[in-house]
């Protein structure tokens, strides 16, 4: 602590964007003062990329603060948060930037403000490196908010990789407190449903090869279940540049989601971007817990907002989610603990993740 300021180191653990995005959300939900300094330390280009200033520059708006240090490869930051308000916000990547990343960061904000807002979001929506659009609206929406909360999020346009160009509207109203979850019963797969996608100028039959291939793979695992994995063109006055890849979620009996993706590239032959995500989703499926890899470390900010004690099955617990934990109890009363699931199945590999969450309460309603 420097004053009241809280120092963050953003080059130790994953030593990405995240620590920026976790420690930020909860500077501006605190009213905590925040120095990040060594800001992706870890990465190839530390520094701020776009994507990361403009997540920091909606988050100033979004209360009203103060941002000094925000621009492109910088290496560190002040922020001092105000009060947070509803209404209308815009974020531009202007590059293929993850717009779910700018998500991550202005949802738990705005769940704790005067009135409803609406974040423009302008970017990548099939980024590598960051959730996919389609994993955001078909795993992560229906989970989260069982902390008793909605929001509505309307893809307009997707845009990929190098130029992005995609828009995504996120509409969500204010709560009074975040209820505490319980994800452990993992139940037994009902549903295994995708899409398979191709935009620009590819042609559906790589959706189709990339969502065959997947089938062939999942086929080996399981072989008593329908298998309904979409193959789409997208219009191409809803998508910006070309671009393609899959989904694929398993639905459980407990209403648990997991799923495995992947993202086309040039030179990667389709087959292998369909077993890739098919891959994912057994490996995820293996583990035994209620949650998949993607969305453990999405869940711990919630955890540590939310008024009781949460749970979460999981497998292997990620980097991402220590460092999530690690920065969550650095700026909250949260406190976490991360035990060995006790199985009868000694091939599974699963953890139980509990939060005492702080509770906090929105002072506005």
Same mark, same amino acid.
């Given at each position: 602590?420097?004053?009241?300021?809280?120092?963050?180191?953003?080059?130790?653990?994953? =030593?990405?964007? &995240?620590?920026?995005?976790?420690?930020? +959300?909860? /500077?501006?939900?605190?009213?905590?003062?925040?120095?990040?300094?060594?800001?992706?330390?870890?990465?190839?280009?530390?520094?701020?990329?776009?994507?990361?200033?403009?997540?920091?520059?909606? @988050?100033?708006?979004?209360?009203?603060?103060?941002?000094?240090?925000?621009?492109?490869?910088?290496?560190?930051? *002040?922020? *001092?948060? =105000?009060?947070?308000?509803?209404?209308?916000?815009?974020?531009? *990547?202007?590059?293929?930037? $993850?717009?779910?990343?700018?998500? &991550?960061? +202005?949802?738990?904000?705005?769940?704790?403000?005067?009135?409803? /807002?609406?974040?423009?979001?302008?970017?990548?929506?099939? +980024?590598?490196?960051?959730?996919?659009?389609?994993?955001?609206?078909?795993?992560?929406?229906?989970?989260?908010?069982?902390?008793?909360?909605?929001?509505?999020?309307?893809?307009?346009?997707?845009?990929?990789?190098?130029?992005?160009?995609?828009?995504?509207?996120?509409?969500?109203?204010?709560?009074?407190?975040?209820?505490?979850?319980?994800?452990?019963?993992?139940?037994?797969? *009902?549903?295994?449903?995708?899409?398979?996608?191709?935009?620009?100028?590819?042609?559906?039959?790589?959706?189709?090869?990339?969502? +065959?291939?997947?089938?062939?793979?999942?086929?080996?695992?399981?072989?008593?279940?329908? @298998?309904?994995?979409? /193959?789409?063109?997208?219009?191409?006055?809803?998508?910006?540049?070309?671009? $393609?890849? @899959?989904?694929?979620?398993? !639905?459980?009996?407990?209403?648990?989601?997991?799923?495995?993706?992947?993202?086309?590239?040039?030179?990667?032959?389709?087959?292998?971007?369909? @077993?890739?995500?098919? !891959?994912?989703?057994?490996?995820?499926?293996?583990?035994?817990?209620?949650?998949?890899? /993607?969305?453990?470390?999405?869940?711990?900010?919630?955890?540590?907002?939310?008024? =009781?004690?949460?749970?979460?099955?999981?497998?292997?617990?990620?980097?991402?989610?220590?460092?999530?934990?690690? %920065?969550?109890?650095?700026?909250?009363?949260?406190? %976490?603990?991360?035990?060995?699931?006790?199985?009868?199945?000694?091939?599974?590999?699963?953890?139980?993740?509990?939060?005492?969450?702080?509770?906090?309460?929105?002072?506005?309603?």
């Amino acid at each position: 602590m420097d004053g009241d300021r809280v120092d963050i180191d953003g080059g130790i653990m994953e =030593g990405g964007g &995240q620590i920026l995005r976790v420690s930020t +959300a909860l /500077s501006c939900l605190r009213g905590l003062p925040l120095r990040v300094r060594r800001i992706r330390a870890g990465r190839s280009q530390p520094g701020l990329r776009p994507q990361h200033l403009m997540g920091l520059e909606m @988050i100033r708006d979004l209360c009203e603060g103060k941002l000094e240090g925000g621009e492109i490869g910088s290496t560190e930051i *002040t922020f *001092t948060p =105000g009060k947070i308000k509803g209404g209308t916000h815009l974020a531009d *990547t202007k590059t293929a930037g $993850s717009v779910c990343l700018l998500m &991550q960061v +202005a949802m738990p904000c705005v769940l704790f403000a005067a009135s409803p /807002s609406e974040l423009h979001l302008k970017g990548g929506t099939n +980024a590598e490196m960051a959730p996919q659009i389609d994993y955001t609206v078909m795993v992560f929406k229906p989970i989260v908010e069982k902390f008793n909360f909605t929001f509505n999020c309307d893809i307009r346009k997707r845009g990929y990789y190098p130029q992005g160009g995609g828009e995504v509207i996120v509409q969500m109203s204010p709560v009074k407190e975040l209820s505490p979850i319980n994800l452990t019963e993992r139940g037994t797969v *009902t549903k295994i449903y995708g899409r398979a996608f191709v935009a620009g100028a590819l042609p559906i039959k790589l959706a189709k090869e990339m969502a +065959a291939a997947a089938v062939r793979c999942i086929r080996k695992e399981i072989r008593d279940l329908y @298998i309904n994995i979409q /193959s789409v063109r997208e219009p191409d006055d809803q998508a910006v540049g070309t671009g $393609s890849g @899959i989904i694929i979620v398993a !639905e459980t009996s407990t209403g648990c989601l997991l799923a495995g993706s992947s993202l086309g590239k040039r030179g990667k032959n389709s087959d292998k971007v369909g @077993i890739e995500a098919a !891959e994912i989703l057994l490996k995820n499926l293996k583990h035994g817990g209620a949650v998949d890899d /993607s969305l453990q470390d999405q869940l711990i900010i919630f955890m540590a907002l939310a008024k =009781g004690v949460s749970r979460v099955k999981s497998g292997p617990v990620t980097l991402h989610t220590q460092t999530a934990i690690h %920065f969550a109890e650095q700026l909250t009363e949260a406190k %976490f603990t991360v035990t060995k699931s006790e199985e009868e199945d000694p091939s599974k590999d699963a953890y139980i993740i509990e939060c005492q969450g702080m509770g906090m309460t929105n002072s506005n309603l």
